[in-house]
């Protein structure tokens, strides 16, 4: 079955800060046409950063869009031609200020598919060593570590929302499946 | 730490299909300005679909964000005032042509956290019964049914990037960890 649609014309309606939104007209594989509303994201990273006895970071972050604070990895926006391995790292060292010497690719997560196109890369950071924490002008976070079955165990009791740090979840048990 | 920024105004920027733009202006904790600009999105579920053997049903969607066709469990967005339980039992049978005789909640998913409101409700459904699939005009999809522990297989593979299928995956394995 021929599922794909094809754009027919794009139109800018915003360009922003952190997102940029077109609408565009595409034609179905039906032969009909219809409108598609997409918002262009760049790239992010987010980091599972484990000791050595098995405990991960966790932040608390101010989420404004549900004006809430959620628990979440660490992650980023991927600065222009950055690989995101180095994203995962600079914002690990950002964030929680530590440096990790080893560093693992666990795999890439489409937050939204139906309408954007934001990818983000998800990394296991091991051997950390503290340095100093840097954070963005503005920008609010606390953090600790926890050990990773009590990661899951939150995820269970729902304390944990963040689309990210649940994909993480399933791709570190997924390698020991 | 007081990590809570205020609103101090918001501007409608495009009020769509299915979604709307917002920039907002903000107040940090720190007393300084910023903007926000925030995608406000309808509800929606997502359902895994398992049957008595414990194979689920996964999808294969196109999905014009990024011009390809993703595997994913079941799901769409709430109609207006619809329980998230219903939509997704719904939109197993629009999609797929099952009725569920059981369902059971997982957890809800925050997809995007920096700059949409989106939640999407995940869901066990169970007891399935073949009906008719009747999709939306434009829609297209095929589905078809793998045992769990091949869905894991794949997500480890790099097979599956969507959130909510990669969510619902900890979800259920949280269960019984």
Redesign the interface.
């Known amino acids: ?5 094809k754009m027919i014309s794009s139109k800018e ?2 360009r ?4 940029d ?1 077109f ?2 007209k ?1 034609s ?3 032969g ?1 046409e ?6 262009r ?1 760049c790239k992010a990273s987010a980091v599972l950063a484990m000791d050595e006895e098995g405990n991960i970071i966790l932040e ?8 809430t ?2 628990k ?1 990895i660490p992650a980023g926006k991927c600065d222009k031609d950055e690989d995101p391995k180095d994203t995962a790292l600079r914002e690990l060292e950002e964030e929680c200020g530590y440096r990790a010497n080893k560093i693992e690719y666990l ?13 983000i890369y998800i990394y296991l950071a091991t051997e950390l060593k503290k340095t100093h924490q840097h954070l963005d ?2 920008e ?3 953090y600790k570590f926890i050990p990773f ?1 009590e990661l ?2 939150l ?2 009791e ?1 304390e944990i ?4 740090t ?2 993480a ?3 570190y ?3 020991n ?1």
């Open positions: 079955m021929d599922l794909k649609e309606i915003y922003g800060h952190i997102l939104l609408v565009d595409v179905l594989p039906n009909k219809s409108t598609r509303e997409v918002i994201h608390e972050q101010y989420r404004y869009p549900f004006d604070i959620l979440e795999g890439v997560i489409y937050p939204t598919v139906a309408y954007t196109d934001e990818k002008d503005g609010s976070l606390t079955k899951v165990r995820a269970k729902g929302q963040d689309g990210k649940l994909a979840i399933t791709f048990l997924a390698k499946y």
